[in-house]
């Protein structure tokens, strides 16, 4: 099992910046790919960007250029630039160990002046 905590959120002005990270805990070896995804109210969970173990990162079209993933051992942080209020959305965190999915609580951000 993995424990995965999020943290970071909040409330931001467009144009603004948030670093969001997330801590895994419990059995963290063999973690393949991390993830953020995020879901906003009435739309469907989407993928946000990913890294696999061996730093390789994928983004969804709409935030490329604005935000970057990174990992360092078992956290994995999301450095959001130049926020839209579309945006806005609980951002959850996600890994994949042996092929097995576990999820975080998700942090809200709320992009709004």
């Known amino acids: 099992q993995v424990q995965l905590v999020e943290s970071g959120g909040g409330l931001v002005q467009p144009g603004g910046s948030l670093r969001l990270s997330c801590a895994a805990s419990?059995?963290?070896?063999?973690?393949?790919?991390m993830a953020w995804y995020r879901q906003a109210p009435g739309k469907q969970r989407e993928l946000v960007a990913g890294?696999?173990?061996?730093?390789v990162t994928n983004y969804a079209d709409s935030v490329k250029g604005r935000f970057t993933i990174s990992r360092d051992n078992a956290n994995v942080y999301l450095q959001m630039g130049s926020l839209k209020p579309e945006d806005t959305a609980v951002y959850l965190c996600?890994?994949?160990?042996?092929?097995?999915?576990?999820w975080g609580q998700g942090t809200q951000v709320t992009v709004s002046s």
């Open positions: 419990g059995s963290t070896f063999a973690i393949n790919y």
């Open positions: 890294i696999t173990s061996g730093g």
């Open positions: 996600n890994v994949v160990r042996l092929a097995n999915g576990f």
